[in-house]
């Protein structure tokens, strides 16, 4: 009998869907995993991402930098994924980022936020993303490190959805309309709200909104933009001349409809951002 008659067969592993392939390269591989090299795989060179105000044109020259000095200041930085969303070659994700930072006396923080992409099939090409950076350094401060909510039960076998012209229009004509946004109940703000941080309503009086991203999947929205208006205060350490002044308070967001009506979503801004430009500015 030969020896290859007595081998067992090595069982095949069924394989998972490219863009959830992909996404999790991105979160598992590349984030948790502090595997730089990963990006060759699953980033294009000419990738770019707008996040808090800032456009990152290149991955090589302007997104790892920042990406690879933020997994050296939180040396066991981990992603916690809660959901995801695959449409027609785009992908979003609402995560969680926690670790304990050595120059902040070891102390531990947890941020929330979502991020989305466009793909080309094969690589990440475009991303956009908005993460409550406002409340990592609150805890960075105060040594208080907030939990971490549960992870989505298997992110990497949700299959995609088709896209939907017509949800889209109605939830431009939702977001296009600020109270809608503002006055969603808590649990829908990724935002987290304390004494030491403001509510994102209480900080601004919208004057008009502009959607740079969107896309759907089935019965899923998901965007990103931008908040234009007057700020209004409930920032502490920010002097109250600045009350009045233009501001953009930047926001992405999961929304999920049931025929015309909402029925959940999950949105974050850019308090942080935001705080700076007004004591800076």
């Known amino acids: 009998m030969n020896k290859s008659d007595t081998t067992p067969a090595i ?27 990963v990006v060759e795989r699953i980033m294009a060179p000419e990738y770019c991402l707008s996040i808090g105000g800032y456009l990152l044109n290149g991955r090589d020259t302007e997104y790892l930098p920042p990406t690879a000095a933020q997994i050296n200041q939180f040396p066991g ?13 785009s992908i979003a994700m609402q995560f969680t ?20 992409f466009r793909t080309d099939g094969e690589r990440l090409r475009w991303g956009w993303a908005e993460e409550d950076y406002f409340a990592r350094k609150r805890q960075l401060t105060s040594g208080i490190c907030d939990a971490v909510d549960a992870p989505h039960s298997a992110p990497w076998d949700v299959q995609p959805g088709v896209s939907n ?22 649990a829908f703000w990724l935002s987290s709200v304390s004494a030491d941080d403001p509510h994102p309503a209480s900080l601004i009086d919208v004057d008009h909104v502009e959607v740079d991203e969107l896309f759907s999947a089935d019965d899923r929205v998901v965007f990103h933009g931008l908040y234009h208006g007057r700020y209004k205060g409930g920032f502490k350490g920010v002097d109250e001349d600045r009350i009045g002044r233009p501001i953009i308070l930047r926001a992405a967001g999961i929304l999920t ?4 009506e909402l029925v959940a979503a999950a949105v974050t801004v850019d308090r942080l951002g935001l705080n700076r430009a007004l004591r800076f500015s």
Do not use: K
Request: aromatic share 8%; charged share 15%.
């Open 11 to 37: 069982p095949s592993i069924p394989s998972i869907h490219p863009l959830a392939a992909l996404l999790r390269g991105f979160a598992v591989d590349f984030i948790t995993g502090h595997n730089l090299e």
């Open 257 to 260: 409809f049931d025929g015309s």
């Open 97 to 116: 980022e926690h670790g304990c930072s050595p120059a902040d006396q070891n102390r531990g923080a947890t941020w929330r936020g979502i991020t989305m």
């Open 165 to 186: 012209s017509a949800l889209e229009a109605l939830a431009r004509d939702w977001l296009d309309t600020p109270a809608n946004l503002f006055q969603l109940e808590g």
């Open 77 to 89: 930085l981990a992603v916690t994924v809660h959901d995801v969303v695959y449409g027609e070659n």
